[in-house]
């Protein structure tokens, strides 16, 4: 093999190994962007998602604030009512207490209505011998009473009269303008046993705030209906 042929296929192979190399190359080219491609989508997709859950916690937390915020405002406009509710019902209870001064200024109704609250407290004590307490400005009355009232009580309870002592510590009085922030008595008596240990406050405060209690359901229903459970 001469020079010149010598010269020619080495220019062949020179060819054949650069065709070789530029198609490896093209080939790596290709595959790394297809890569590259694949990554990239992969990265975007993962950022959406990231995006995506960022924007589903955010708003889970508005809505729970939302609803926390409905929460608050309902229960603030639900203690509002309540607060109305028992204002009304506290007015009635302040009209009635007022009402109840009224009771005493009849002197006839009133020394009845002594008679009976002690006979009513007798029997609730049943003891032979009690104290009684009332307000200084009621003694004489109560003492133009008593007599009738340990009749009545023994002919009730089957017993003999028994001995009613008339304390010399008074109940509070009547509320006036002096003492108007001062414990107060409307009306009414307190019977204690000898000993103390058995107490029947019958006062007309005493028996309009049990009766208040007692009917403050029917009140309350009659004023504002039927609470919802």
Do not use: W
Not at 38 to 56: D, F, G, H, S, W
Not at 113 to 131: A, C, D, F, G, H
Request: net charge positive; hydrophobic share 35%; with cysteine.
């Amino acid at each position: 093999m001469n020079d010149s042929e010598v010269s020619t296929q080495i220019q062949q192979m020179v060819r054949f190994i650069r065709q070789e190399a530029d198609e490896k190359a093209n080939e790596i080219s290709v595959s790394a962007e297809e890569e590259f491609n694949i990554e990239k989508l992969q990265l975007v997709e993962a950022e959406k998602k990231k995006i995506k859950q960022e924007y589903e916690r955010k708003e889970k937390q508005v809505q729970v604030r939302k609803k926390i915020e409905y929460s608050m405002q309902l229960n603030a406009s639900r203690i509002k009512v309540l607060q109305a509710q028992d204002d009304l019902v506290n007015s009635m209870k302040d009209s009635a207490s007022k009402e109840l001064l009224g009771v005493s200024s009849v002197q006839k109704n009133y020394k009845n209505l002594l008679k009976n609250l002690i006979v009513q407290s007798l029997l609730r004590l049943k003891e032979p011998s009690v104290l009684l307490r009332c307000r200084k400005e009621d003694v004489k009355l109560v003492e133009s009473v008593l007599d009738s009232a340990k009749e009545e009580y023994a002919e009730k309870a089957q017993v003999h009269q028994p001995e009613i002592i008339v304390d010399k510590i008074y109940l509070p009085p009547a509320p006036s303008k002096q003492n108007e922030h001062d414990r107060y008595c409307s009306g009414g008596v307190v019977l204690a046993s000898r000993d103390g240990k058995i107490v029947f406050e019958n006062t007309l405060d005493a028996r309009l705030e049990v009766v208040f209690r007692k009917k403050l359901p029917e009140i309350r229903k009659s004023l504002f209906g039927q609470i919802a459970a």
